[in-house]
């Protein structure tokens, strides 16, 4: 990397030494180091023709330049004067001037008078050398006398350094200077015009200029493309090598238009040549041929160097790509080459019986094969990171690392199957000794049993019975276990507890068998050399045991005891053979969910591991920015350092970084290293350390000044010093945006998590730490956007908590209003950006974003306000599911809000919705208190119907039916109360609005009809609500696991569609589509006394009215309001 950076600087000053060059030559050419002046900044002075420069030359080779006859000559300024006779004698070169200037000043038609003055001003102002000056003098007689005597008499006036000849005519002049360098007017054949001179003059330094500025160009953008820092990552690597590209083009392209202007000149020049090949140039025209032919060549050069350096950065840039493809692939391969590893470190089975351990063997081969693939692609890489290295890469200290550590994981990798292989064929083979000594066993048992017993009662059939145990006995080299103890040292590696025991119980069986044929033998001994008399020994019948052999194949460890019977033996070889089949079948069918569980288990490990990590880097970096930094500012040594700007400002700057750091490094960290070994229960340090989170919140709500303030003092010596100091590649800047990068990186994290702890103990604190830390970052990103506002008088903490923010499309329309202007607030709509309010709702204006980091972050302006006690919503507007209405003061203003999208709108409805709801049930709470107060200090009427005592109970229960019910509208509103809908056609009664306003609005509330509660409770209010197909609100919840199996939030539209058998009706849930049947006594709990609310106010005033706007049933596009309180 050292290497390249030595290159890249070397390459961009060996460019830059190249186009300064350039620079140098092209001003060296154009005499710009000598004559500032060019023909575009005294244009007009020159078109006078006062003196020009033919192209002529002396008979040295003396530049002439001509004064032809000029009769305003004396009123030219001396300033135009000296510019023209600077420029003139500019343009020659260094050594044409240097033998001088021969001045021809054609004065024939001028009076000696000024023919004096002329002489006399140009041999004093001259800025050049002179040779010799011509002067043509008057050709009357008059004027040709005067001036002969005047010269004569006047000749000490005219004493200079260069003779000054005074010609009568224009043949005198040819004798000293050829007729070919002289103009038509002056008698000669050379070919001028000054028109085209001009013109070619004012290209060539044109051209010149821009043949500079493509040098200075290409040089800025080499040094542009040299400073570029080289992004982290595939996407921006690319992005940069295309945006270079791109911007290289576009320079090749200018190159190439300069290319064409000059070689475009160049042909103008010699466009004489091309129509006459005869015609010769001028001295001052193959000077102007040889001035573009060297630009061009300085033009070239600058091409040139801009080659050489952009195939160097293009190759820097090409490998930067190459860089990061490999260091992503890397990360990819390390990964899974990790992932691998886990797993195969946690493969530690040895089996419990041969057939297991001949599956364990199948799954290891398949778990090789599998992970060949990442083995194969980690080789792959490597030898591709070689390819780079050999191919002399730029970052060979970065490259070479990683791929010895790609070979080493392989290698590890190869060797850990290998050992896991060799201990699973350690365990297969003594699972297989086991296996044959017991199956050797059961066939000795068998044996032993099926020996008839009577014919062992003489001697041939003992002796022969003798022989077949002893011929069996000799089977025994092969197939039983000779040394307990070469077995616990032939396989120590594999020996577990349980294994150990096994193998002590296959030996304590073999023993005893061994033990059970040695007492037959010496029986039979006794009965093959003693045959005196018969002898009936007890021995077990032949009927009682199975006539062939079946010995089992594999038994489970732990699964059988030594018996010193043999029939009890032989009885228990079918169970041991079913048993080990049956935890086989087992162990088959669990294999895919062990694995399965195992991969979540290792992915949740490495997720924690990634916290835990990550969570070290950032304590670690705080605490390196608090004592490289924070606390330097208070060193005194550095003091000398700190800009004025600067000085007392570390509070500004850190914000409470110093609160963040302790709260992480002394609690969070180690709180969190305890869920290292139970990682899906992290979520619990989460929500025990939620409140503390909240730091986070005054951090970020600081970070814009602490932005500004490092914008302004970002070139301080003093944070230039502690980088050195710390040895940081990146500034402060970087450091102070981390704890905003780091609260974002919580949730991805938790997310990971959640993702591989689904059915984990832990899940639901990890969702709801989730939840958490997502409604933490809403209100560091709303309090972010609350601070921007402007304009507002009041204090915005009074409005109560902020729920929503956002920006809307929005039109207006005011009953008070002139009709022009609520027809334009109709159809022209606002850009606003509301913020909802516990307590209001802002209406502010977005201001455009300008500057750099946070001063990107827009700013807003108030506007005006709506207080929620006064405020009412419709949900729906026909013809577009993404407005809603805001209405005020019983909609004497109408807000007609459009989201960006329906989510959106639901969202902020819903929003809405919650805070009229809750104001509605703080009314009714209060009203109830009231209501209470007077029942019971006011003297209720007598009446013949009903006693004082019921009354006051009847009350009283209603009362306490509100309270448990509070968002209930039971009790307060009639049915009896509400207008009766009109006829087709007709508008309701008592409205403020006619038919027509009512069809604009589109099934909005147009009247607000005020009733008193006590009234409507007098009424029969109370009474049961006989239940009608249509649209309603659900005031209760219905939870899922009721009966009917149908769940309806408080708040949610459902539609009652028709009635059925047995008192049930069929109910739709519109929030969720889930229909069902619905007994009527739950749907009357569910719906309450309220029709379907689409608009609804907790207030109408502060006086606690509250206002619920219902559509009827009957018609789609009208709407009535009513008061269910007054106070």
């Not at 070469?486 to 020996?495: N, P, Q, T, V």
Request: one cysteine or more; a negative charge.
């Amino acid at each position: 990397m050292r290497f390249w950076l030595r290159n890249e600087e070397m390459a961009l000053e060996e460019m830059v030494q190249r186009l300064n060059a350039v620079s140098k030559h092209t001003d060296e050419i154009m005499h710009q180091d000598i004559v500032p002046l060019c023909a575009a900044d005294i244009k007009d002075q020159l078109k006078k023709r006062f003196a020009y420069l033919s192209g002529g030359r002396g008979q040295d080779g003396c530049p002439v330049i001509t004064f032809p006859d000029y009769p305003a000559f004396s009123d030219i300024p001396d300033k135009e004067f000296q510019n023209v006779m600077t420029y003139l004698t500019g343009i020659p070169s260094l050594q044409d001037a240097g033998i001088g200037f021969i001045l021809v000043i054609d004065r024939r038609q001028d009076k000696w008078t000024s023919v004096k003055a002329s002489v006399l001003r140009i041999a004093a102002s001259f800025p050049a050398n002179l040779q010799l000056i011509l002067v043509l003098r008057p050709t009357g007689f008059f004027q040709r006398t005067l001036s002969d005597i005047a010269f004569k008499f006047n000749r000490d006036d005219f004493k200079m350094k260069v003779p000054i000849i005074m010609l009568s005519s224009v043949p005198e002049l040819h004798g000293y200077i050829d007729k070919s360098q002289l103009t038509e007017d002056l008698g000669g054949t050379l070919d001028y015009c000054h028109t085209r001179w001009l013109c070619h003059r004012t290209a060539i330094e044109s051209f010149a200029l821009m043949v500079k500025q493509t040098a200075q160009m290409l040089q800025s953008f080499g040094t542009e493309l040299a400073e570029t820092e080289l992004p982290n990552d595939v996407p921006s690597t690319s992005s940069v090598l295309s945006a270079h590209t791109e911007k290289k083009g576009k320079m090749k392209e200018d190159l190439k238009l300069a290319l064409k202007e000059g070689h475009t000149l160049l042909e103008s020049i010699r466009e004489p040549l091309v129509r006459n090949p005869e015609h010769s140039l001028n001295q001052d025209q193959l000077d102007n041929q040889t001035t573009v032919q060297r630009l061009l060549a300085q033009l070239n050069e600058t091409e040139a160097a801009f080659d050489d350096f952009w195939a160097k950065h293009q190759q820097k840039l090409e490998q930067c790509l190459q860089l990061r493809h490999f260091e992503q692939n890397f990360r990819e391969v390390k990964a899974a080459l990790d992932a691998v590893s886990q797993k195969i470190s946690a493969f530690t089975d040895i089996g419990n019986s041969l057939a297991h351990v001949e599956h364990l063997l199948k799954d290891l081969a398949s778990f090789e094969e599998k992970s060949s693939v990442s083995v194969e692609r980690a080789r792959a890489l490597s030898l591709e990171g070689n390819q780079l290295i050999e191919n002399k890469h730029y970052a060979v200290d970065s490259i070479h690392p990683k791929c010895n550590e790609l070979q080493h994981l392989c290698d590890q990798f190869v060797a850990e199957i290998g050992k896991r292989r060799n201990l699973l064929n350690k365990s297969l083979e003594l699972h297989g000794l086991l296996e044959t000594s017991m199956k050797w066993c059961d066939e000795g048992i068998y044996l032993l049993a099926s020996q008839p017993v009577d014919k062992c009662q003489s001697q041939d059939g003992a002796e022969a019975a003798l022989q077949e145990i002893e011929r069996f006995l000799e089977t025994g080299a092969e197939n039983k276990i000779q040394e307990l103890s070469k077995i616990y040292k032939d396989y120590e590696s594999i020996l577990n507890q349980d294994l150990m025991e096994h193998v002590q119980k296959v030996f304590q069986k073999q023993e005893s068998m061994e033990e059970m044929f040695h007492r037959r033998q010496v029986s039979l001994k006794k009965l093959a050399a003693k045959q005196t008399r018969p002898v009936q020994p007890v021995a077990p019948r032949p009927e009682a045991f199975t006539k062939s052999p079946c010995p089992s194949p594999g038994i489970r460890r732990g699964s059988e005891n030594s018996s010193s019977s043999e029939g009890n033996a032989l009885r228990r070889g079918n169970y041991r053979r079913a048993k080990s089949e049956m935890n086989e079948n087992q162990q088959v069918r669990s294999g895919s969910t062990g694995d399965e569980e195992e991969s979540l288990a290792i992915l949740r490990r490495h997720v924690m591991n990634e916290l835990l990590e990550t969570e070290r880097v950032y304590v670690e970096e705080l605490l390196c920015v608090l004592e490289g930094y924070a606390a330097e500012m208070d060193n005194p040594l550095m003091t000398h350092l700190i800009s004025s700007s600067l000085q007392n400002k570390k509070d500004i700057l850190f914000g409470n970084m110093e609160e963040i750091y302790h709260f992480h490094n002394r609690i969070f960290l180690r709180e969190l290293e305890n869920y290292i070994d139970c990682p899906e229960l992290v979520g619990r340090c989460f929500l025990e350390r939620m409140e503390e989170f909240q730091i986070y919140e005054k951090y970020c709500q600081n970070k814009p000044r602490s932005e500004s303030l490092w914008r302004q003092c970002s070139d301080c010596p003093f944070f230039q010093e502690c980088q050195k100091k710390l040895d940081h590649k990146l500034s402060l800047d970087s450091y102070l945006l981390k704890p905003v990068q780091r609260i974002t990186k919580y949730q991805l994290l938790l997310k990971e998590m959640l993702k591989y702890s689904k059915n984990c103990e832990g899940a639901e604190d990890l969702q709801e730490a989730l939840s958490s830390i997502l409604g933490i970052l809403k209100a560091v990103n709303d309090s972010m956007h609350l601070i921007a506002i402007t304009g507002y008088d009041g204090n915005l903490n009074d409005l109560g908590k902020l729920l929503m923010q956002g920006s809307f499309s929005v039109w207006t329309d005011h009953k008070k209003g002139h009709t022009k202007v609520k027809d334009l607030a109709r159809f022209k709509p606002m850009q606003r950006h509301l913020f909802l309010h516990e307590k209001a709702v802002l209406f502010c204006k977005k201001r455009e974003e300008n500057g750099e980091g946070y001063e990107k972050a827009p700013s807003y302006s108030y506007k005006q306000s709506l207080n929620m006690t006064a405020v009412g919503i419709t949900e729906n507007v026909k013809g577009d599911a993404k407005k809603f209405e805001i209405w005020y003061n019983a909609r004497e203003e109408v807000y007609i809000i459009q989201a960006p999208t329906p989510e959106i709108k639901a969202a902020w409805v819903n929003e809405i919705r919650k805070v009229l709801t809750s104001q509605l049930q703080a009314c009714r709470e209060a009203s109830q208190h009231r209501a209470l107060e007077q029942s019971q200090s006011l003297p209720l009427p007598a009446s013949s119907n009903t006693s004082p005592s019921k009354g006051n109970t009847r009350n009283s229960k209603k009362l306490e039916e509100r309270k448990t019910d509070p968002l209930s509208l039971e009790g307060y509103v009639s049915s009896t109360s509400l207008p009766k809908p009109p006829e087709k056609g007709k508008g309701w009664s008592k409205t403020s609005h006619s038919l027509e306003a009512s069809e604009d609005n589109d099934g909005w509330s147009s009247a607000e009809e005020l009733i008193n509660s006590s009234d409507a409770e007098e009424e029969g209010g109370a009474g049961p609500k006989k239940l009608a197909p249509g649209k309603y609100t659900a005031v209760a919840d219905h939870e899922k696991g009721s009966p009917d199996g149908f769940a309806v939030k408080s708040g949610d539209m459902v539609e009652v569609i028709h009635e059925g058998d047995e008192g049930l009706w069929y109910v739709r849930n519109l929030a969720t589509s889930q229909e069902a049947w619905v007994p009527a006594r739950s749907l009357s709990t569910l719906i309450g006394k309220s029709r379907s609310a689409q608009c609804l106010s907790s207030s109408e005033s502060g006086s606690g009215s509250a206002l619920l706007s219902n559509s009827s049933s009957c018609s789609e596009s009208c709407n009535v309001t009513f008061s269910d309180l007054k106070g």
